[in-house]
């Protein structure tokens, strides 16, 4: 994914408008369109001042993730927060850039308005978390979830899924934690993980991603005298596809499994 340090600074951008605040591009400064721009919330041509790239683009947009996410911005842009919020698990609240919807993300508070996606301290979320939470507002949430678990193949149009999720989410937990299903439980507890009693695994925990999104990890430790390596299974609630896209889904489990992992 391309860093801000390798686009035009926000500085960069200011230097090419007439720094007069004329208010044309519809922001009431000059620095506060430069910021816009910098973060793909408008367009260089939004300014009648500024020449736009070669693709009529602002420098951000040139990166896929950044282009869609502002692509699932525009979507959600004019949503009613408050009418999606109870179906999203989520509630609105007042922010100091206005009003956001404030949810549980991987054990963390983060708001979702219609500008940006951002933490309790203000600070950005990456793109690929602005697109997965861009996304869960967009689908708006469709009743309740059912309490049932079932793996990723029981899904529609998901057979070629499976090898994504195994590989970077499965797999990479359960070489993290061979030896360690103790430790397995205590990290995902870290996050909201509520451990599942009476599981035929040896360790088994639900986490809540987002608060409609829970996903269920069965973890098999390895046995050294038999030669079985560990193994991991996620489960999904059967009624997944109302809260999320099969894409999204497994972004998710990838994220929980970095969360998870990371040292």
Known sequence: MEKFSEMET?????????????????????????????????????????????????????????????????????VDLEKRAMGLGGRVVATGSGMALRLRYLGRDVFISPDRVFAEDGSELETRDQILLYNYLFFGGKGRLSGEWTGLESFPNSISKVTTLRRYTEEKIARCFAGK?????????????????????????????LPKVPIRLNFWDEDREDGLPPEVKAL??????????????IFAAERLSETITME
């Open 181 to 209: 299903p103790i430790q397995f439980l205590k990290r995902c507890k870290e996050f909201g993980g509520r451990e599942v009693e009476g599981c035929h695994a040896d360790a088994c925990v639900t986490v809540f991603v």
């Open 236 to 249: 999904f609630d059967r009624r997944a596809l109302d809260f999320l896209d099969i894409e999204s889904l």
């Open 10 to 78: 926000v500085l960069d951008i200011l230097k090419q408008t007439k720094k007069d605040n004329c208010g044309k591009c519809g922001y009431p400064t000059c620095m506060a369109f430069a910021a816009a721009v910098h973060t793909g919330a408008c367009p260089k041509s939004s300014c009648p001042f500024v020449e736009a790239d070669e693709e009529g683009l602002p420098a951000a947009m040139h990166d896929p993730e950044t282009a869609l996410a502002m692509e699932l911005k525009g979507k959600v842009r004019n």
